[in-house]
């Protein structure tokens, strides 16, 4: 019985030719290639809550910090 909160954080899907995430090795093309991508789904209504934020791909940890200055 514990509440999930899916799609909180979204990230909006690269344009059309750009390289996939997992093609970009350098921490700091990665991270441009984040900015402005986050976006939040502000469905909690209710309470004070910690989130759990899962990627399915850590290599320079780079979505995570765009994640992290997105939400704070």
């Given at each position: 019985?514990?509440?999930?909160f ?8 690269n344009?059309?030719?750009a ?5 970009i090795?350098n921490?700091?093309?990665k ?13 909690i209504?209710?309470?004070c809550?910690d ?11 780079s979505?995570?910090?765009?994640a992290r200055?997105r939400?704070h």
């Amino acid at each position: 019985n514990i509440p999930v909160f899916d799609g909180l954080l979204q990230k909006a899907p690269n344009p059309p030719g750009a390289p996939a995430m997992k093609n970009i090795h350098n921490v700091q093309d990665k991270m441009a290639a984040l900015e402005g991508k986050f976006s939040i789904n502000d469905s909690i209504t209710d309470g004070c809550w910690d989130a759990i934020i899962i990627d399915d791909l850590y290599d320079t940890g780079s979505s995570m910090i765009m994640a992290r200055l997105r939400t704070h």
